[in-house]
């Protein structure tokens, strides 16, 4: 693959491309065998199978009356009651033989009778005695699942690679999986760099601020289903950052924060250079986040992914969120997931500059048929409030620069 050195800014679109193109050329970690609710956020590292036909019996979809289709054809009919079957009901009392003219009381998860073809809901019947009179009909199949609609025996239900949520952890439960293979959370170095940083134990100085970065990423990452290993603070000086980089190369993924502007104590770059590092790209046409830095670095036989994310705290969650996570999704064993983006109505008008894609922290509310989303007043890609009352990025394109009340607006969510 050629490494990509770029001294002119890339477009975001570009960016975003090498970096999901990157993504697969590091391993993913390897797979452990982990207990279901732990492997929640984690990635499949096995296909997950059917163990027996889902549903494994014909199951009734609603509380009503199991009947033959063709006694219902002409309503109002008048059926025979002749047994009543509940969910979970024993093989002996779900075999009731229905013959024209009878039907069974049959609730929702229900085991279908044998000879029975539909369901007829409750509300459609009038029950007295042991008759039943049905004022609507319904087709064959209708309000049952056939055994084995959803997946049949050894059927792949969610395959490997796939990212384990609730509805899966549904699956694993049904299909009787206490424990699940999933590659191992990724292992992301954190390392923020910077004279005034004191870590958040320590009171500041009057010049001095409490490194934030390091923990607002280790939530990113935590969030992602990874591990966090946080590297004490470097100053801005080279043997210093050196050292410590060489401990975070350690980590499958390591993310710098600060030292990538342009500032004459921003040695990121250089000693990253310094410890062989090929760089993929060195800087982005976005705002907040521009400095951001992507390559690998190769030493004693591993390469290791890294990234330098800009030191303003709105700019490494961004950057985190734009550019880490296709490559931390890669290392945990799925596939780059796509981002979140969506469209709402912009409640009041706003301008920027031309130039760069600019992710707007912003509040994306309303309803779902009216979506709605409004800037969070900032001042700039440090202030930590704006970000904190955002639940979205607008996004605005390198080439607009005004925007109306009632326009549809991309935005980010995160
Ligand atoms: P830099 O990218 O090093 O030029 O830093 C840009 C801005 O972000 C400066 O105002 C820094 O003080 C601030 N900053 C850098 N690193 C951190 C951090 N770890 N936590 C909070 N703020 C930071
Ligand atoms: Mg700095």
């Known amino acids: 693959m050629n490494v990509v050195t770029q001294n002119k800014l890339l477009s975001f679109a570009e960016a975003r491309r090498i970096v999901e193109r990157y993504a697969g050329v590091w391993a993913p970690t390897e797979p452990e065998l982990t207990n279901l609710l ?11 199978l059917a163990d027996r036909d889902f549903p494994p019996f014909p199951r009734a979809t609603r509380d009503g009356y199991a009947v033959l289709a063709t006694d219902v054809r002409s309503v109002p009919a008048q059926l025979r009651i002749v ?4 969910a979970g009901a024993s093989v002996q009392d779900s075999v009731v033989a229905v013959v024209p003219g009878d039907c069974v009381e049959i609730m929702t998860g229900a085991p279908l009778p044998t000879a029975a073809d539909a369901v007829v809901m409750v509300e459609y019947t009038h029950a007295v005695g042991d008759k039943v ?3 609507r009909g319904v087709k ?10 959803e997946a049949r025996r050894g059927d792949v239900m969610v395959p490997r690679g796939t990212r384990v949520h609730h509805a899966v952890v549904a699956i694993a439960a049904a299909v009787g999986r206490p424990e699940l293979a999933v590659h191992r959370r990724p292992r992301v170095a954190v390392l923020a760099t910077g004279d005034e ?10 010049n001095e601020i409490r490194n934030s970065n390091t923990y607002s990423l280790a939530a990113q990452i935590n969030e992602a289903g990874g591990e966090a290993v946080l590297l004490p603070v470097a100053r801005d000086e080279a043997d210093e950052l050196a050292l410590l980089l060489g401990k975070g190369l350690n980590a499958d993924l390591l993310l710098l924060t600060g030292g990538v502007s342009m500032g004459k104590y921003d040695l990121v770059e250089e000693v990253l250079a310094s ?6 790209f060195t800087g982005v046409a976005i705002q907040p986040g521009k400095p951001v830095v ?9 390469t290791t992914p890294f990234f330098g994310l800009p030191g303003n705290p709105v700019s490494t969650m961004v950057t985190f969120q734009l550019f880490v996570r296709p490559v931390f999704d890669a290392l945990a064993g799925s596939e780059p997931e796509p981002l979140p983006f969506a469209q709402a109505k912009l409640k009041e008008p706003f301008t920027t500059k031309t130039g760069l894609t600019r992710f707007l922290p912003a ?3 309303g309803t779902h048929e009216d979506p709605k989303v409004e800037l969070v007043p900032w001042q700039g890609s440090g202030d930590l409030m704006a970000a904190s009352k955002a639940n979205c990025y607008i996004v605005v394109p390198p080439d607009l620069e005004k925007f109306e009340k009632g326009e549809m607006i991309s935005v980010l969510r995160f």
């Open 83 to 86: 047994g009543s079957i509940k």
């Open 140 to 149: 064959p199949g209708e309000n049952v699942v056939a055994a084995g609609a």
């Open 197 to 206: 940083l004191v870590d958040i134990n320590l009171p500041p100085g009057p």
């Open 275 to 280: 410890l062989g590092a090929e760089f993929f």
């Open 133 to 135: 009179i049905v004022n």
């Open 363 to 365: 509040h994306l509310g």
């Open 294 to 302: 992507f390559g690998q670095v190769k030493a004693d036989g591993k």
């Open 38 to 48: 732990d492997a929640v956020s984690l990635v499949l590292a096995e296909d997950l």
